[in-house]
């Protein structure tokens, strides 16, 4: 064994060793339908003023550790109810570890529980802080197993329960009353994180409810909304349990550019609400047009991807991908998957070019 090998094997942990990084694949000359992107820019003028705005941003200074502007701007615009405020976190990835670094313990191993399948940083996040994690499986239908669910809850008591409202990689939402009995079945022993990604396009929120709630915590994200680039989650909760997540946040962890750009961008909200609202309008004309072709199931979706069946999902996304399209194999994710892509919706044109190409790689 090289020195190296044998450092390795002395200080890193076996299961990260076993682990794979990440993987996001080279997107340069594709269409890029994989990763749930707004395909949208803001209009020339707002990006020539943000430009600016850029410009004049001091980068040899720390952030301002409050962020007390831009929480100030999601709080008045995002539906944030009065006398609650927010974490924020390098994309809503980040405020995951944070939830389970905040909720791992030393004298005995927490767990985090999540409907199976859904968004694979719930489990990767449990992993890396050393927590169990339960998956339970949706139904066949997609819809939550309540009975296993709460069964689930019952034996296992996790500290954490994400639910993804909409769902990634389905892309429904669950019954609002049963998140609501997942809610107060964990009760005083375990947070529901709503994970709401996807609300743009689902306009459905549990926002409201975090007074009624106090074991709920709602987190969300302004990739979705046409800002992947800048990595900007955030959560809201009772003040009580965001003074505790914050202890654990690394400081400094949202940068100036961020700042300044998302505060920029939720001056201009209504641009990409127009934008989310156009990309809902572009999802039912695709997935009307998906259900049309022989031997292709379109899956009902609240978010801006669709889940797809096909008869050879291998063949569909190599040929896909041939045309220099680029969507998400999830066939071998999970049984329920089986035949399964996911698409992200996109602009009229860059749709017509996937429903063409699907078109050709069905024949
Ligand atoms: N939650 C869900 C359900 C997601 O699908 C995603 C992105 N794929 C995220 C969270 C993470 O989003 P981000 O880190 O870009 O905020």
Same mark, same amino acid.
């Given at each position: ?9 002395n %200080? ?6 076993a682990?794979?990084? *990440?993987?996001?694949? +080279? ?12 395909? *949208? ?6 990006? @020539? ?5 850029l410009? =004049?941003?001091?980068?040899n ?7 007390a502007? #831009? ?11 009065a ?5 924020l ?10 939830l ?13 529980? &999540? ?5 694979v ?19 066949? =239908?997609? &819809?939550?197993?309540?009975? &296993?669910?709460?069964?689930?809850i ?26 609501v009995?997942?809610i +107060?079945?964990?009760?005083?022993h375990?947070?529901?994180?709503? +994970? ?7 306009? %459905?929120?549990?926002m ?6 106090p ?18 989650? *955030?959560l809201?909760?009772?003040?009580? #349990? ?15 550019? %961020? ?8 001056? $201009? ?8 609202a &156009? ?6 004309k695709? @997935?009307? +047009? ?43 994710? $999970? ?7 996911r698409?992200?919706?996109s %602009? ?16």
């Open positions: 064994m090289s020195f190296l090998d044998q450092l390795i094997a %200080t890193i942990r076996a299961d990260v060793r682990e794979k990084s *990440y993987m996001v694949p +080279d997107a340069s000359g594709y269409i890029k339908l994989d990763a749930m992107e707004n395909p *949208y820019l803001l209009p020339d003028a707002l990006r @020539a003023e943000l430009g600016q705005r410009a =004049d941003v001091l980068i200074r720390y952030p301002v550790a409050s962020y502007a #831009l929480k100030q701007r999601i709080c008045a615009r995002l539906g944030v109810p006398g609650y405020d927010v974490l976190g390098n994309g809503s990835d980040e405020i995951i570890s944070i389970a670094m905040a909720c791992a313990r030393q004298d005995r191993r927490a767990t985090v529980l &999540a409907p199976d399948p859904s968004f940083m719930f489990k990767r996040s449990a992993q890396f802080a050393g927590m169990d994690f339960v998956g339970v499986p949706l139904r066949d =239908d997609f &819809a939550l197993d309540m009975p &296993a669910m709460l069964a689930a019952e034996q296992h008591r996790p500290a954490l329960v994400f639910l993804a409202y909409p769902n990634n990689p389905t892309g429904n939402l669950f019954a609002e009353s049963e998140v009995r997942i +107060d079945a964990a009760g005083e375990g947070i529901v994180v709503v +994970d709401e990604a996807y609300q743009p396009f689902a306009r %459905t929120s549990f409201d409810r975090l007074p009624q709630y074991n709920m915590v709602v987190m969300r994200t302004l990739s979705k909304l046409g800002l992947a680039g800048i990595r900007l989650g *955030y809201s909760a009772a003040p009580a #349990l965001l003074e505790q997540f914050d202890k654990v946040r690394p400081p400094y962890n949202i940068n100036v550019l %961020t700042q300044a750009a998302a505060e920029f961008a939720l001056d $201009h909200l209504d641009v990409l609400d127009r934008q989310a &156009a990309l809902n309008a572009e999802r039912a695709l @997935a009307t +047009d998906l259900a049309a072709l022989p031997g292709v199931e379109v899956f009902p979706s609240a978010a801006n991807f669709l889940l797809v069946r096909v008869a050879d999902p291998d063949a569909v996304t190599a040929k896909l991908r041939a045309g220099r399209v680029l969507i998400k194999n999830l066939s071998k994710m $999970h049984k329920l998957l089986s035949g399964c892509i698409v992200t919706v %602009t009229p044109e860059e749709n017509s070019v996937f429903l063409n190409a699907l078109k050709a790689s069905l024949s």
